[in-house]
Antibody, heavy 120, light 107 residues
């Protein structure tokens, strides 16, 4: 069974940092591109960042570029999102998601999400 | 960046109704579009990939069509479990983007 389990969320002050993790099981992690997607309370979905299966290339939304870093450890089957210089508008549930094996197709598996709250 | 405009943003429908949600892209995206269903407190669920491919396990009453800039998600006969919010997503180019969502509620 494919599983993605996020962790690392919590309450943090503006300007602070967190590292989110997404531990996966049930599939060969190193053969899939991965993304992070976030959703502010009561709002829509916002794609945040993506990383290729070997970690060799990354892409970011403009709203997080320079503050967030996506990475992965294929030996540990874990995806990461380092989030720095947090702002109130970063408050959201953060989901990790697996890219469908066919490029341009969508995200076929998602984690349950981890909540990041940025507040003084 | 490619903008996706979903319509309507809110839809009130009855059990058994045929429901159509549209997604318009600000530039051509070939067939690189996905549709998701999201229920409150849950992660999104992939329904349609590559504009018209039905994801494994998704009921046949869901279908997708379109290419280029105009896409539709159709639910042929709305069931109680289909009341949710639906999002389109383009995967043609980075940054990936989602539509604003369509909330489907019971009339």
């Amino acid at each position: 069974e494919v599983q993605l389990v996020e962790s690392g969320g919590g309450l943090v002050q503006p300007g602070g940092s967190l590292r989110l993790s997404c531990a996966v099981s049930g599939f060969t992690f190193s053969t899939y591109h991965m993304s992070w997607v976030r959703q502010a309370p009561g709002k829509g979905l916002e794609w945040v960042a993506a990383i290729t299966k070997d970690g060799g290339a990354t892409n970011y939304a403009a709203s997080v570029r320079g503050r967030f870093t996506i990475s992965r450890d294929n030996s540990r089957k874990t995806l990461y999102l380092q989030i720095n210089s947090l702002r109130a508008e970063d408050t959201a549930s953060y989901y990790c998601a697996r890219h469908f094996v066919v490029a341009g197709s969508g995200f076929d598996y998602w984690g349950q999400g981890t909540l990041v709250t940025v507040s003084p | 960046d490619i903008q996706l405009t979903q319509s309507p943003s809110f839809l009130s429908a009855s059990i058994g109704d045929r429901v159509i949600i549209t997604c318009r892209a600000s530039q051509g995206i070939s067939s690189d579009l996905a549709w998701y269903q999201q229920k409150p407190g849950k992660a999104p669920k992939l329904l349609i990939y590559k504009a018209s491919g039905l994801q494994t396990g998704v009921p046949l009453r869901f279908s997708g069509s379109g290419s280029g800039t105009q896409f539709t998600l159709t639910v042929s006969s709305l069931q109680p479990e289909d009341f949710a919010t639906y999002y389109c997503q383009q995967l043609y180019s980075y940054p990936l983007t989602f539509g604003g969502g369509t909330k489907v509620e019971i009339k």
